[in-house]
Structure formats: C-alpha cells, structure tokens
C-alpha cells in the first residue's frame, strides 16, 4: 500500500498563493500570444516571434518555480510507488478520456473537443507554428501548467491537511482554462486536471505530475500530427 506523503501548503488561507496562482494564470494566457502572429511576414518576423514565444515560457516557468518554492520546500527523487501510482493515473485519464470521447460523439457528434480543434486549426496556419506549439506542448506547457494548477493552486492556496477539495479545485480550473463546447469536454478536462491533481497529493513531488502531464501531451500531439498528415 503506497504511503501517503503530506504536501506542503499554508495552515491557513494564504493571500500570497492566491496572489501568485492569478499571476500564473495571466501568465499562461499571455505567453501564447507570439504565436498569432508567427504566420505571415518575413522569416526573420516569424523567427523573431517565434523567439518571443520561447522566451516567454521560459520567463513564465521561471517566476513560476520561484513562486512555488515559497511555499514548497525540498524536491525529493520519485520512487517506485510514485511511479506506479502515475501509470495508474495515466491509465485512469484514458479510459476516462474513451469513455467520455464516445459520450460526446453519441451525444454531440464531435470526435475531438473544442480544445483540440482549436490547436489543430492553429497548428496548420504555418510550418514553424506547429514546431513551435509542438515543442511547448510536450517540453514547457507541463512545467508551466502544473507549476500553475498543481503547484501553487494546491500547495500556496489550500491548508496541507486538506486534500479532496483542492484536487476538485485543480480539475475545475484546469478544465475552465481549456476550451470547451459541452458538458461531456468539460468533464473530460476537469478529470484530468483532477487525477494530475490527486497523483501530486498522494506523491508531493511536483515532477510526478509534471511527467504525466507531458507523456499525455506528447501522446495527444502525436495523434494531432497524425491526423494532419492524413
């Protein structure tokens, strides 16, 4: 039976984690703006955008992990029930994520959520955007993310002894930062930011999640690529 790790966090209501958790929020809207403006122009234009995006994340993870550090302390090696217990919890997000796929296709008739659609649409305006939002959604995006909804929503937001409200909390906001059209995607959204959420809770170590994250974006951006090429 895996032990459960207690998860710093405030003994009580911390104004310095909401502060930090909306600047984080702002962040991760602010940094994808280069991208609309990477198609058109000259290539030393789109390059320069191109820069800008980059450097905003790198930026934005930056002031992130500071953050998380004030009120995080330590970074401890996973072990293997960490990493059992994250294969479960990828397990759980894609059976969840096929039930629900099917859920919103009867009900609905969208194969894909809102969310996806968009990266699709936006991944196909120019060669050096989908390099570029490729890159970010498997190398930063789970860095930037889980800094933001894991890291400082639950550990600088919730007192550490509580546990189900800030996992619920964590799949709630998740999902309402991600497009979506429907009931069923948002569920599917809010699921996933939830499991990311309980696996960080259970382990404490922000790289479990941080992992997870990045293996379901790898994953989903490979069937995205996929599909544009057929």
Not at 25 to 41: A, D
Not at 127 to 139: F, G, N, R
Not at 185 to 207: C, D, E, H, N, P
Request: one cysteine or more; proline letters at 2%; glycine letters at 8%.
């Amino acid at each position: 039976m895996q032990e459960k790790l207690k998860v710093e966090g405030p003994s009580k209501w911390s104004w310095f984690g909401w502060v930090w958790f909306v600047l984080m929020l702002i962040l991760t809207t602010v940094v994808q703006i280069p991208l609309v403006y990477i198609k058109g122009g000259v290539l030393w234009h789109q390059l320069m955008w191109a820069a800008f995006y980059l450097l905003g994340f790198v930026v934005a993870i930056a002031v992130g992990f500071w953050g998380y550090h004030r009120v995080h302390h330590g970074w401890q090696r996973l072990n293997r029930n960490d990493w059992w217990l994250m294969v479960k919890g990828y397990a759980f997000i894609i059976v969840s994520e096929i039930i629900l796929g099917s859920a919103n296709n009867i009900f609905f008739g969208e194969t894909s959520t809102a969310n996806n659609d968009a990266l699709q649409q936006l991944m196909g305006r120019s060669t050096l955007t989908l390099i570029m939002l490729s890159l970010t959604a498997v190398l930063a995006s789970p860095f930037l993310e889980e800094l933001t909804f894991r890291g400082l929503l639950i550990d600088g937001c919730f007192p550490a002894k509580w546990f189900w409200v800030p996992v619920i909390a964590s799949g709630v906001v998740f999902s309402l930062v991600h497009m979506s059209d429907n009931l069923i995607s948002w569920l599917l959204y809010a699921i996933m930011g939830g499991t990311f959420a309980y696996v960080y809770k259970r382990t404490g170590k922000l790289q479990s999640t941080i992992i997870l994250h990045g293996v379901n974006n790898l994953i989903a951006m490979g069937a995205m690529l996929t599909t544009m090429l057929h």
